[in-house]
């Protein structure tokens, strides 16, 4: 499934903007659970019809109490179901059967109790019928936008909720609370909090999807466990993409005890971390790295703004706070170079006698914290200079004595320029922040903060990786299923393109002796087998053998892998000797999330050095060479191949064609491809191409589509 059902963005629509809200198994008690959502959605200004769901109470909230679902005098938009997981299945059946369209279930027990639960939440999908289920496990969702508030969170008990336009969609209930009055604390304002939770029906990549049409939605943040349907996702996800709607992911489980608290929180799918990175970065998503940045990343996107360079001015009145971010930012990769002559000279005279120095950055002017109209200058000054692609205002302690004069004087400069500007709070003064945040100005709380929000207007402003062409059609012929021998996996990489060394397959020493010779005076010498893969573990690769000595390396290997397997291997294979080049492995990495393209350094080092880098195959296409080369310079050992310390620089151009070729093989065999690996790849000199020195392949019997 690549889309969503048809009527899923109307059905949440409804449910995001309902008028009328049946609240089942309401409380009069406020202080319980069950008490909180008619209260809530009384206190933030609800102005649809709420009918509270409880035959032991005749009012609760002043509100006229029915006694079960048929009782109701009409069929409410969404039902907000407290009863515990027996219970609830008989409500959602009642619910549908009167024509609904959506039910938020709070209650636990279900998908992430085990087997047990699995089937209970099976038979809540079953009794839902056409209408559709937010949760269960959910706290539910909150609408600020139009003030409606459908959910049981602790955290509106704040009185103060500003609507904005960050949209957060999150697995875990207690999680959107946090998100919510964080918010509140530092005047950011949200659009639309939903909690999916264990997602028996509508899921994230739902959601994300109707947000991206959301006109109050500007920015959509996610705090995920895991993806149910990966197709849906990356298809929901290039949505945003193409919208030019920012998609910020805080993805846990990224430890071994991080997956299994994740798996178990909702039953959510595990995928190997990696691949999730190769995923988000194929739908050009941006990973939060920690938790902060869920909210510090949207805070400087939804400001709108476009980050063309790495160039940012520092502007300060108190040199240490200028430090530390400068800092944080050089060891991230941006500059901060000093003003030119001319931006140099209007800021002198902005000052008139008071001292400067100006030839460097962070650049401080003294006054400008205390002068509002130096402080418009100086900066409607450094985003007019060319030199610069972004300001940090490093707000000092002179704003605690008049926070809207410093924040008015920074928002009063946005509309002259669409780069970024950013505040740095240097004392502890979250009311600050709040303020200028308020005032549409992203104000953070620690200098790396500042670097986080500017890496990720970088990226955001990069877009989507473009897929690359798929190619012309191979022939593939008959393949066999199961494991390729080496000489049959390195056929079929040559027919995509990727070739390999020169080799002669024989059955025995006088057929080798023979053959030898046409591969020059040294050669490697390898049992050929479909079973046995790492065949240097069982005594299987012999290198550097010389051609008369042949014969006889061949009995003693047929003998040295007999003791480690129980029988002799019946079939060999000669190769010639490759020297001078870098060993690489390109492989292919699959699993829950599709299939993605390995590359890394290679040989039998390749585990222990552990330096690779992952990417995403995209559907019915190939990766781009754009994509390819990228991989390449982006691996820790791209020096070696760039010509590092005199060595001859490598055949980059050949090694990125190999890559593309690999990927074009992928899509084009499917899931009918399990595995494939070549280790080594050489990179010969520039020139001189690359060679696949080994190979594995493991083919299904069918595809599995």
Not at 254 to 271: D, F, K, N, P, Q
């Amino acid at each position: 499934m690549t889309s969503l059902p048809s009527g899923t963005s109307s059905a949440i629509d409804r449910l995001l903007r309902p008028r009328s809200v049946a609240v089942i198994g309401a409380s009069a008690d406020l202080a319980k659970t069950s008490g909180r959502p008619v209260a809530y959605l009384q206190k933030h200004g609800f102005t649809g019809h709420i009918y509270p769901v409880n035959p032991k109470a005749a009012t609760i909230g002043g509100l006229d109490c029915y006694a079960d679902v048929g009782a109701l005098p009409e069929v409410p938009d969404v039902a907000i179901v407290l009863l515990g997981a027996e219970r609830a299945q008989g409500v959602v059946r009642q619910l549908a059967q009167r024509g609904t369209g959506a039910a938020i279930i709070l209650a636990s027990g279900y998908a992430e109790a085990g087997p047990e639960g699995q089937a209970r939440q099976a038979r809540l999908l079953e009794a839902a019928g056409p209408m559709r289920l937010l949760g269960p496990n959910t706290i539910g969702l909150v609408n600020l936008s139009d003030r409606i508030m459908l959910s049981a969170s602790g955290a509106l008990e704040i009185d103060r909720l500003a609507s904005g336009s960050i949209a957060v969609v999150s697995q875990s209930g207690g999680i959107l609370g946090s998100l919510l009055s964080r918010g509140a604390a530092r005047g950011i304002g949200f659009s639309k909090l939903v909690s999916t939770s264990n997602e028996v029906d509508l899921d994230m990549a739902d959601f994300v999807d109707h947000l991206v049409d959301d006109e109050a939605t500007r920015v959509i943040a996610l705090y995920m466990e895991g993806i149910r349907d990966t197709a849906k996702f990356r298809a929901a996800a290039l949505k945003a993409a193409r919208a030019g709607k920012p998609l910020v992911i805080f993805k846990i489980g990224r430890s071994e005890s991080g997956a299994s608290a994740a798996a178990s929180h909702t039953g959510a799918l595990a995928g190997a971390d990696r691949m999730y990175d190769a995923l988000f970065r194929e739908v050009g998503a941006l990973r939060a790295q920690t938790f902060a940045d869920l909210l510090d990343l949207p805070v400087a996107l939804a400001a709108g703004r476009s980050l063309r360079g790495r160039r940012v001015a520092i502007l300060t009145s108190t040199g240490g706070a200028g430090t530390l971010v400068a800092d944080s930012l050089g060891v991230a990769g941006f500059e901060a170079p000093p003003p030119d002559a001319a931006t140099a000279q209007r800021l002198r005279e902005l000052q008139g006698d008071a001292p400067s120095v100006l030839d460097r950055n962070p650049i401080d002017v003294t006054l400008a914290g205390l002068q509002p109209a130096l402080l418009r200058g100086a900066i409607g000054t450094l985003l007019a200079s060319p030199g610069y692609d972004a300001v940090v205002v490093i707000v000092g302690s002179s704003a605690l004595a008049m926070p809207d004069l410093m924040a008015d004087a920074i928002h009063d400069c946005l509309p002259a320029s669409d780069k970024p500007v950013l505040a740095y709070v240097s004392p502890h003064a979250p009311e600050v922040a709040a303020l200028l945040n308020q005032r549409g100005v992203p104000a953070f709380a620690a200098p790396e903060s500042c670097t986080a929000a500017l890496q990720a207007l970088l990226q955001a402003g990069a877009g989507v990786e473009a897929a690359g062409d798929p190619g012309a059609v191979v022939d593939l012929g008959e393949l066999p299923a199961g494991a390729l021998d080496e000489a049959e996996a390195k056929a079929l990489f040559a027919r995509f393109g990727v070739r390999g060394v020169r080799e002669i397959p024989v059955a025995d020493r006088e057929a080798a002796q023979r053959a030898a010779p046409s591969l020059g005076e040294r050669v490697v010498l390898k049992i050929l087998s479909r079973t046995i893969t790492h065949k240097t573990e069982v005594g299987g690769v012999a290198v550097a053998v010389a051609v008369d000595q042949v014969g006889a390396r061949l009995m003693r290997m047929r003998d040295e892998v007999r003791v480690h397997t129980g029988s002799a291997p019946e079939r060999f294979l000669l190769q010639e000797m490759v020297s001078g080049g870098t060993e690489l492995i390109l492989g292919l990495h699959r699993d829950a999330l599709g299939t993605a393209v390995l590359l890394g350094m290679g040989g039998v080092t390749a585990e222990l050095i552990d330096d690779t880098v992952l990417r995403m195959v995209p559907a019915g296409g190939a990766l781009s060479r754009e994509s390819a080369l990228a991989m390449v310079r982006s691996l820790k050992t791209w020096p070696l191949l760039d010509g590092y310390r005199g060595r001859p620089k490598a055949d980059v151009k050949a090694l990125v064609e190999a890559i593309v070729a690999f990927s074009r093989m992928a899509s084009r065999l499917g899931d009918r491809l399990e595995a494939a690996e070549i280790n080594p790849l050489f990179v010969l000199a520039e020139g001189q191409g690359v060679r696949a020195a080994d190979g594995v392949v493991v083919l299904s019997r069918s595809s599995r589509d």
